[in-house]
């Protein structure tokens, strides 16, 4: 059993993933389907790049009505392991531009390989589930790589819902480093297919069932995740109690890992909250405890925040991580310093980034 970028697991005998095309197979024939391909899109040079995209992103912010917006600036560097060879990155992206009543984002990434992202937020109703509110969330690159996510939220009688459909070509810390800490998707180390239910009740004033079951479908199988926590409100005072719970089953079930946690939320009046949580979990690697921790605070004109991560039973994202974040004021408008890392597997791996939000005005025509 081969492993991929970040702890992942792929079949040895897996037949390979054509790139760009989301996972799609070669016919019997031996013949490849003709499809389109980032790679072939026509790219001279990084100049003509920039310039066309950076006059889309204007385009379209200016295509909105005359509103705030934000431009953010971004560089980064470091080792982030699935990223290509190089350590550096650059990235300006445009958010919320309104087109009607629709939020667009719209970015542009570069590591030695151009990508585009694009992203639109709309909501509506829906007969019993009121309003509705819908997310698209794509990303290309010029390797011929590239991601998407759809998700709908909404409230059907108690129960608040959430369902996600995703295809990929790479894991996630391809198309951001920073996702290399990160635990929204497994780091399957091939291209596939996800489907995520979210949902969350209240059969009491101070009890909420919280479960996320997820389904994964790459070359070599069916993956499967489970993220489920019983949260006892105000246990202690205006403290919070909780019972978690997670799993995860490799592809063609070749191995899995399962934990139980018992978790502690304090929560302050003016600050934002401290959680923690202790775990003992099974896996190939043995009986094992585990422990996470979040937790931010204001350092006079600077907002920190920390997240760390010991899990060294999990398969399915790097056992150890460590996410950072420092946010202050910067002139006209708010400069962030964030920092990830993780270890498992396949080493060390950690990246560094500085990135900068402006709010600007583009007016309609």
Known sequence: MERGAGGGSRGAGSPPVPRGTLGAKVPAHGRPARSLSVRSLPVRSLSVQLAVLLAVLLTIGATGAAQAQTLRLGLAGGRPGSAPAG???????????????????????FDGEAQLDFGVQANDTFGPLGNIVGDVNLSLRTDGQAQGVVTARGVLGPVALGLSLSGFTADPARFDPLALAGTTRPDLGAAGWGVGLDASGR?????????????????????????????????????????????????????????????????????????????????????????????????????????????????????????LELSFDAGPGQARVEGAGATGPNGPRGVLAVRYRLPVDLPSP
């Open 87 to 109: 350590g550096g990155r650059f990235s300006v992206r445009i958010e919320n531009a309104s087109v009607g009543d629709t939020r667009v984002a719209l970015g542009l990434a």
């Open 203 to 323: 059969p009491t004033r101070t009890l909420v069932v919280e479960a996320s079951p997820q389904l994964y479908l790459v070359p070599a199988g069916a993956a499967w995740r489970l993220t489920s926590r019983l949260r006892w409100l105000r246990a202690i005072g205006p403290h919070e109690l909780s019972l978690r719970l997670q799993g995860y089953l490799e592809p063609a079930a070749q191995a899995g890992d399962v934990a139980l946690g018992l978790g502690f939320t304090y929560r302050r009046r003016r600050a934002p909250d401290l959680d923690g949580a202790i775990y003992l979990g099974d896996s190939p690697r043995g009986l094992r405890p585990g422990a996470t921790a979040s937790l931010a605070q204001q350092i006079g004109p600077v907002e920190a925040s920390v997240q760390v991560a010991a899990e060294p039973y999990r398969l399915d994202v790097p056992p150890y991580r460590l996410q």
